[in-house]
């Protein structure tokens, strides 16, 4: 049997945490309907190949005999997979037992209170239950852990290399556009008399600011097909070091065309226009 965690908790939990239920009922009306239902996560549904049929059904005694022998816990729902641990890790069996907010049961194995803050209202809040912790627990220690920073601090290293890459693409979207915008300048100026001698000849500046760009889209494009099959093949390579992961689209090459021939467009349009609109005497002569 794989790892599996277990979880008592009341109906305010799947909110707090902000988890979906996929499959079965909202947490109360679990509560209402069985009094302490049970709830699953979708990879412990899939290894036990738990069906929505089986929700309302299903006991803990009959999906796990050799841990719950005597529960009679009635299966609720299945909710979305929750990490907790690293990315890199498969994420474990959760079951998640439900019970009213009063009950006994609650108060006699709650070892945690979860809570969600204000980031505004943080360190008052934070301050404030300790106070309230010492006075209730004749001054025992109060110790408050930060799920988030827990969950960060396992996912450290992905977090800096994530980071990483996203400062890199940046200066070297940067990069890009001052090189564009210095190529176009170039290439502006060296055709700054054909530029003239086709507006004497009757020539739109629109037909002008296309025959200047067409090069431009040429080179991105063949820069494109060559830079996409690399790019994709390092990041399936990335992408293989997490157990759960996304699959990448065709949107996500799609969109670094779409920037980078936008900024070429409008870098190269800007110079050929204010080259385009110049006198064409004036250009003759300069030339």
Known sequence: MR???FIHTDASYFELMQIRILEGLSPQEGIEKYGSPFYIN???ARWMNIQPEDIGR???KELSPEMNPNAENILAGIFEN????SLQETIMAQEVTLHDAGSSVLAKIGNYLQIRLYPDKRKETIEEIERIWREMF???RFTYLDMHQMFMDRNKEVMQLSNTLNKYSIIALILTCFGLFGISWYAVRQRTREIAIRKVHGASTLSIVW???RPFFIQVAIAYVIAMPIAWWLMQYWLEQ???RTDSSLIHFLIPLVIV???SCITVSVHTLLAAKTNPMESLKTE
């Open 261 to 263: 021939g936008i900024v």
């Open 82 to 85: 929750m990490p907790t641990n």
């Open 3 to 5: 790892t599996k965690t």
């Open 211 to 213: 025959l200047l760009n």
């Open 58 to 60: 299903m006991t803990k």
């Open 242 to 244: 997490f157990v759960e």
């Open 42 to 44: 979708e990879n412990y």
């Open 138 to 140: 004749d001054g025992q």
